[in-house]
Structure formats: structure tokens, C-alpha cells
């Protein structure tokens, strides 16, 4: 977390002065998914998917408390860290702590089975989540989790085409489903199992 003259901006947030970086998608050798014209072993992770290229620069220029950076959300989700402070999240007896908009009326005992690309929090960094993240103004929630598994990526999909790959959106794609191969991915995603939900927080 960083401190600016106006308060404190979470580790995931991304910076103006972050640029992506330049990356050509072209299709595998092997001709069943994507890869990059000069792709090299750190774009892949242990499970061989494609990730976006991005500049880590955390402070340089604004924050952009509406984006999130694609490295830095996938260390915290990974490590299963707060995404405000990267510290250790609030962990309890129900399961570690999320900050969530409220959507209780979505579906019977909503979140569980929900996917999620936001990270946990911890409790002192609750209250800043709440304040400084644009998605949660509309409402929010604390939720408990017991079971989180990493299940898959939110990215880009890309199609085959005769003069080579072209991309036909943002998807959240399973870990087990072909469109992997297709995928650029720019966060991890959890699911959200064995949930509890607890009383909106107040600002």
C-alpha cells in the first residue's frame, strides 16, 4: 500500500505511469492456442497460461483506483493476500474475509459458487477497500469463505483466424476448458465456497 496526499491507494491498483507492453499474438507452433512472436518463459505461469505483459511501477504518476494491475492482483490472490496492504487477510472460525459489492438478491445463498478476481482483505484495510474502490459504492458486504480455490483466469479470448489469431472479448475462463489455450489472462480468479455472509459495514 502507498500513501499519496490524498490517502492510501491499494497494492492493486494500477498507476498511470504503468504502460502494457508491447506483445504480438500469434498463434502456438502447435497450432491449438496462443502465444506471443517472442514469447519468453516468465509470460507463462505453472500451468502454462499466457499472461498480459505489463510495467510494474507502483507510484509512478496517478493511481487508477478503478484498474486493477494484472502482476500484482495475481501475487495476492496466489498467496492468498489482502489486496489492499498485500499483507495476511482476516482469517476466522467462518473462513477468510472478503469486501464485497451486495448482491444478495442474485441467486439462494449467493456468493457460494461464485467466481471472484477481487482479493481478500484484511480487517484494518476493510474500511479502505470500501472507500476507494468504485465497484463497491452501490453497497457492500462481508463475506467469509472457507474453501477458495484457484479455478481458472479473467482475460482476453482470441479466436483462430485465416490471418492469425483476433480478440473477441473479455471472459472469465475455467483452468479445465480449451478456451485456456486462446486466452490471454489478466487476473486470477477464485471460487468462493462454504460462504458466510455478514452485515453490510458502514463507512
Known amino acids: 500500500m502507498i500513501e ?5 491507494v491499494p497494492y492493486v491498483a494500477a498507476w498511470s505511469g504503468e504502460r502494457r507492453l508491447a506483445a504480438r499474438v500469434v498463434r502456438s507452433p502447435c497450432g491449438n492456442g496462443i502465444g506471443y ?3 519468453t518463459l516468465v509470460d507463462r505461469d505453472t500451468k502454462g497460461v499466457l499472461w498480459a505483459r505489463v510495467e510494474s511501477r507502483p507510484g509512478a504518476g496517478r493511481p487508477l483506483f478503478g484498474e486493477v494491475h494484472s502482476l500484482r492482483q495475481r501475487r495476492v490472490m496466489k498467496r ?3 489486496q489492499v496492504c498485500a499483507g ?10 472478503w469486501v464485497m459489492p451486495d448482491f444478495r438478491g442474485d441467486w439462494p445463498r449467493w456468493p457460494d459458487g461464485m467466481a471472484t478476481y477481487d482479493a481478500p482483505v484484511c480487517m484494518p484495510c476493510a474500511r479502505t477497500a470500501a472507500r476507494l474502490c468504485p465497484g463497491l459504492r452501490g453497497g457492500l458486504v462481508h463475506v467469509r469463505s472457507r474453501s477458495h480455490p484457484i479455478v481458472g483466469v479473467r482475460g482476453v479470448r482470441y ?5 492469425g489469431p483476433v480478440a473477441i472479448g473479455n471472459a472469465v475462463v475455467a483452468h479445465d476448458d480449451p478456451a485456456i489455450r486462446w486466452t490471454v489472462a489478466h487476473q ?3 471460487q468462493l465456497n462454504q460462504c ?8
Open 80 to 82: 492468498l493476500l489482502c
Open 196 to 203: 458466510r455472509v455478514v452485515e453490510p459495514i458502514t463507512r
Open 37 to 39: 512472436w517472442d514469447e
Open 88 to 97: 495476511l487477510p482476516d482469517r476466522g472460525p467462518d473462513g477468510v474475509l
Open 159 to 163: 479466436r483462430p483466424t485465416p490471418t
Open 4 to 8: 499519496v496526499s490524498d490517502g492510501r
Open 188 to 190: 486470477l480468479v477464485r
